[in-house]
Nanobody, 124 residues
């Protein structure tokens, strides 16, 4: 089992930037694939970005392409999400997730470990 703790959320104005971090501890072998999901009020939790162990396979939701950058530092057991050019529609609780499945897809069901979430609010 792996424990995930997000940090870095906050309030930012439209056009601003934030960097989210996700610290993993425990069974880090269960983090072959890691990703970020978000859930806005009244909406389903949706995939934002994902990355495999070595960073050779990265996926982004169309809504964040060109604005968000996912990365990971395995030596630090940390996942990052650099968010630039933030928009009000990016407002959501952002969740870090991990999967032990080497072939995990960019869907919620493929991720077995989740953080508690961190709130990102983008004002206009």
């Amino acid at each position: 089992q792996v424990q995930l703790v997000e940090s870095g959320g906050g309030l930012v104005q439209a056009g601003g930037s934030l960097r989210l971090s996700c610290a993993a501890s425990g069974r880090t072998v269960s983090t072959y694939v890691m990703g970020w999901f978000r859930q806005a009020t009244g909406k389903e939790r949706e995939f934002v970005a994902g990355i495999n162990w070595i960073g050779s396979n990265i996926r982004y939701a169309d809504s964040v392409k060109g604005r968000f950058t996912i990365s990971r530092d395995n030596a630090k057991n940390t996942l990052y999400l650099q968010m630039d050019s933030l928009k009000p529609e990016d407002t959501a609780v952002y969740y870090c997730a991990a999967s032990s499945n080497f072939g995990a897809r960019t869907v919620r069901a493929d991720f077995g470990s989740w953080g508690q979430g961190t709130q990102v609010t983008v004002s206009s």
